[in-house]
């Protein structure tokens, strides 16, 4: 069964589906050897691994380093990688981007935009390559949108959401994440495609769940997204451990 019949059945059975990101090749064992259906190499990592200040900076170079590192790590899960800003301002350029992942380890590729990128999601399609969709907040556009919104609040943002995720549904996509979208227009969306929507600061109703792996640890402190509750605080961890290690070295 391939990624497109397994995330759709999911959906048809009401089985979460569960996503996390990872970025380098420990992190992406951990994960994977907790049994997480989908892990994300997203552009992300510019933030909570290289400190820009937000995904517009991250190369694709620096893309396919971190997916090549993922998928020395991963066994059982799906690896998906973000496709970086301006490497797929065209149909054909998308075909190239996505090849490239795909020699990387990646078993898909994720962009991000609906009905104004129909053609580069048809054409990656088309290519035999798997395609996860992304609408609602897109954080490559957040410099132009000054700053990160909740989506579909209104009726006309609603619909255009829904006309959104419809297009990437008919494009081809396997699935598509829906990042903070008002959780009664997630709820809607949810219920008006075939294909499972993953949301990400979104509500309880999509079909499944995803986060960044650094929010959900507690190893970014420096800030952590409202709709986060961490499940540990690893980065006082390992401030404690260091600690320790000064200590005891400076103590002889």
């Known amino acids: 069964m391939n990624a497109t019949e397994k995330f759709r059945e999911m959906k048809r059975r009401g089985q979460r589906i569960t996503a996390l990101t990872a970025y380098d090749y420990p992190t992406a064992r951990l994960l994977d050897e907790s049994g997480l259906d989908i892990i994300l190499v997203g552009d992300s990592l510019g933030m909570v691994v290289l400190g820009y200040e937000d995904t517009t900076q991250v190369t694709l170079d620096e893309m396919l380093h971190h997916t090549r590192a993922v998928a020395r790590g991963v066994k059982r899960a799906l690896i998906v990688a973000d496709m970086p800003i301006h490497s797929y301002d065209t149909a054909e350029e998308s075909v190239e981007t996505a090849r490239l992942f795909m020699k990387a380890g ?134 404690n451990a260091a600690r320790a290690f000064v200590a005891r070295t400076r103590g002889g």
């Open 106 to 239: 990646a078993q898909a590729v994720k962009l991000e935009g609906g009905v104004n990128h129909v053609p580069q999601i048809e054409a990656i399609v088309s290519a035999g390559i798997p395609f996860m969709g992304h609408i609602g907040m897109l954080p490559q556009s957040v410099r132009e949108e000054g700053g990160y919104r909740v989506k579909g609040r209104t009726h006309e943002q609603a619909e255009a959401l829904r006309r959104d995720a419809r297009a990437v549904e008919t494009a081809g996509a396997f699935s598509v994440v829906l990042e903070i979208v008002a959780p009664e227009t997630a709820k809607m969306i949810s219920q008006a495609i075939q294909i499972p929507t993953i949301g990400i600061g979104s509500g309880k109703d999509c079909d499944g769940q995803i986060l960044v792996t650094h929010d959900l640890i507690g190893l970014f402190p420096w800030f952590t997204p409202k709709f986060v509750a961490p499940e540990a605080n690893v980065a006082e961890q390992i401030r």
